[in-house]
Structure formats: structure tokens, C-alpha cells
């Protein structure tokens, strides 16, 4: 085959599979839960799935699932399609609106996945940069013409940031002949849903996933939610039987219980006061000069090194300690930062740890900073104590 078939950029990307094997001992860099499904609940799993047919395709009837799903995020099963993940959702509709020639618009930087698929599949797209300050530029938002589509994701990855709700809507309004398509897998950890705006708005279309609020990133678990004519239209672009028996058997008997739920729910709130305490100790502890720690309404947190030795002694600090983190630096607007995924407790004070001895003591604020006053809980002052 001669590899001038496929293009250039195709060609010379780097390989999207890698090693199972791992030598990391801390795995900060996929935005996952870092404690999985109990025993017991597998166990159960497992029962289920031992009854399913396996010579035999799954079911391609999910609505009781798509129920449930509506449920869950306060909509009606019609405005819901079922995918397995959300990024297959992501690569159907860019490869639907390319074909179509639709003029797609993608603020940046973003996930990682709408770039790479777009240049890899040769369909052009125009970005939507942030502000340096990696805040959306609504001032600068590239005209929508009738048919276009503005991919945004909010809370953004990597960044953190989100999008605010009257900006939103705003655009919604005043470009009703264009969709709208919103990446929204971190909602759970933000102040903002917009899944609900779906009812009010038909140009509108928000993305989901159970990949990032619950521990199941292996069952491979999204959803998109739209109007209902669209959510019928979306389904017909969709492979058939793609949501496998394990994560059919999964969503039938545990996803939704309340028990499932509220231990998930929990988890949210357990990695958003670590994510605080993490971005207060952050922000506190290092000179602004050395540093700087993004707000963030996902699951991670974005830090910048502004010295280029500085960042890569600190890359070299955490592979040499065995904790994984995703460098951002190579996409836009991010030269010397990376993505660190909120873990436990331990884990990141052991993150935090590396990061301080890999900069040293002179990037550090000097002298050393009091705490504030009722900035933290007594359980985030101890926590502090141990990474401090």
C-alpha cells in the first residue's frame, strides 16, 4: 500500500495507542475516579451479565436505559441518544457536518480530540481562540453564517474554565439557523448544567458522560441530549448494538440505584473540596512570578511554569517519581503547562510534594504564607499540615 494514500499530518501523528503496561505509580493524567467499583457490586454485575446471550448481539432497544439517563439529568427520554462514550458521539457528528459542509467553529484550546480528528480526517474548522488569560473571547467570537457549528466545551479541558449562561444563551438566540454543540462531561463538578437549556433551545445540543463523575471510564458510557427531533436524527447516525452487554447489565442494575448515586455524588464533592484545598495551597504557597494555578470546574487542575527550566525539571521531578500528569504545552495558548487529575488525598499530597521539591525552595513565597483566617475547614488545615 503506498502511504501516500493517506495524508501527511495522519502519517507523521504519534501512535493514539500505547503500552498497557505502565511503570507510573500515580495515574494523575486521565481525569478518572482513582477508586474503583467495589467488589461486591461487580460481583453482581457479573451474575447479569453470565445470563446475557453472548453469541448474540446486544440489544439495540435501550430505551428503558435512555429512561433512566433522562431521569437522572431531569429531561424525557426523547431528548436522549446513548453512545458508547461520549467521544463517538464527538468523531459521528464532526465526520456528519465535514460531509455536509458545514462550517465548523471550535474554540481553543479544547479537548484534544475535536483537533486531532479534524486534522487527521482532513476537515477544516476555524478556532475560536481564548484570551490569554484562557477565558472566552466573546467579543472575538467568529461570525456563525446560517448552518455553521460552534463546538464548545464547558468546563473546558484543559483549562477548567466554563462558560457563563447568559453568554450562552446569547449566542443561542442570536444564531438560530446554527447548532450549537456542548461538551459538557464535567458537569457534575461545575455550578452550571446546561443540559436543562435543551428544552428551550432546539439549535442546542449538550454532551455527557459517566466517565468522569462515576468510576466506570472502562465501560465506555456517554450521552447526548437535544431536542427530540434532533435526538431522533442523531440515533440514526449511530452505530446499532454499540452499548455492549457489561455496560447494558451495569446501567440496568446498578448505575441508577440510589445507593450508586448519592456514593457517587459524594465522590463529586470529596474531589471538588480537594480541588479547592489544591488550588488555595497552590496558589498561596508558590510566587506568582514561578507559577500559576488555573481556577478549574472540572475534576483536574492546569498549572503553568513560566520559567522553561523550571518546567522541564518538573516534568523530570514527577516521571522520576512515578506520577503520570498530561503536558499540555504543545496546544494552544498553553506553552509550559500541564493537567493534573484531582486524586485522593494522598495522592495529591504526594503530587503536590514532587511539584515543591522539583522547583525548589526559591520559587516558593517568602516568607512563608500564613493561612488565612477561615479560608480552610479543620480537615483541609490538616491535610495542608501533611503537605506542607
Known amino acids: 500500500m503506498n502511504n501516500a494514500f493517506f495524508n501527511d499530518i495522519l502519517q507523521n501523528a504519534p501512535a493514539r495507542i500505547n503500552a498497557t503496561q505502565t511503570s507510573s505509580h500515580l495515574l494523575l493524567d486521565k481525569n478518572e475516579q482513582c477508586d474503583d467499583v467495589a467488589f461486591s457490586i461487580k460481583q453482581q454485575v457479573l451474575g447479569g451479565l453470565m445470563d446475557a446471550n453472548w453469541n448474540r448481539?446486544?440489544?439495540?432497544?435501550?430505551?428503558?436505559?435512555?429512561?433512566?439517563?433522562?431521569?437522572?439529568?431531569?429531561?424525557?427520554?426523547?431528548?436522549?441518544?446513548?453512545?458508547?462514550?461520549s467521544a463517538n458521539i464527538i468523531t459521528t457528528l464532526l465526520n456528519y457536518f465535514a460531509l455536509n459542509k458545514k462550517r465548523i467553529v471550535i474554540a481553543q484550546p479544547t479537548y484534544t480530540l475535536f483537533d486531532y480528528h479534524c486534522k487527521t480526517y482532513n476537515i477544516e474548522y476555524t478556532p475560536w481562540l481564548l484570551t490569554p488569560e484562557l477565558e472566552y473571547d466573546y467579543d472575538n467570537m467568529p461570525l456563525l453564517e446560517p448552518g455553521s457549528v460552534l463546538i464548545i466545551t464547558t468546563p473546558n479541558n484543559p483549562v477548567g474554565n466554563s462558560m457563563k449562561r447568559e453568554k450562552l444563551e446569547k449566542i443561542l438566540s442570536s444564531n438560530p439557523d446554527s447548532f450549537v454543540l456542548v461538551d459538557a462531561v464535567y458537569a457534575e463538578f461545575a455550578d452550571e448544567d446546561f443540559s436543562p437549556l435543551i428544552r428551550q433551545y432546539d439549535n442546542l445540543m449538550v454532551l455527557r458522560s459517566f466517565s468522569k463523575a462515576f468510576p466506570i471510564a472502562g465501560l465506555r458510557f456517554g450521552y447526548l441530549c437535544a431536542a427530540p427531533p434532533t435526538a431522533a436524527i442523531v440515533k440514526k447516525l449511530m452505530l446499532q448494538f454499540s452499548i455492549n452487554h457489561l455496560t447494558q447489565v451495569f446501567a440496568r442494575e446498578v448505575l441508577f440505584s440510589d445507593e450508586f448515586i448519592q456514593r457517587s455524588r459524594q465522590q463529586v464533592k470529596t474531589i471538588i473540596r480537594e480541588r479547592t484545598r489544591m488550588h488555595r495551597y497552590l496558589t498561596y504557597k508558590f510566587d506568582s512570578s514561578a507559577l500559576k494555578v488555573f481556577r478549574s470546574e472540572g475534576n483536574f487542575l492546569l498549572v503553568r511554569v513560566f520559567d522553561d527550566a523550571d518546567f522541564q525539571h518538573v516534568l523530570a521531578g514527577l516521571e522520576k517519581n512515578r506520577?503520570?500528569?498530561?503536558?499540555?504545552?504543545?496546544?494552544?495558548?498553553?506553552?509550559?503547562?500541564?493537567?493534573?487529575?484531582?486524586?485522593?488525598?494522598?495522592?495529591?499530597?504526594?503530587?503536590?510534594?514532587?511539584?515543591m521539591q522539583s522547583m525548589g525552595q526559591e520559587r516558593l513565597r517568602q516568607p512563608q504564607v500564613r493561612l488565612m483566617d477561615g479560608c480552610y475547614s479543620e480537615e483541609q488545615l490538616s491535610r495542608l499540615q501533611a503537605v506542607g
Open 323 to 355: 506520577i503520570k500528569v498530561l503536558n499540555t504545552s504543545p496546544f494552544p495558548l498553553l506553552r509550559n503547562t500541564f493537567r493534573v487529575s484531582i486524586g485522593s488525598a494522598e495522592e495529591n499530597n504526594a503530587f503536590v510534594q514532587c511539584l
Open 57 to 85: 448481539y446486544p440489544s439495540a432497544d435501550c430505551s428503558d436505559i435512555e429512561a433512566a439517563v433522562a431521569n437522572y439529568c431531569g429531561l424525557n427520554p426523547e431528548h436522549i441518544v446513548l453512545s458508547p462514550g
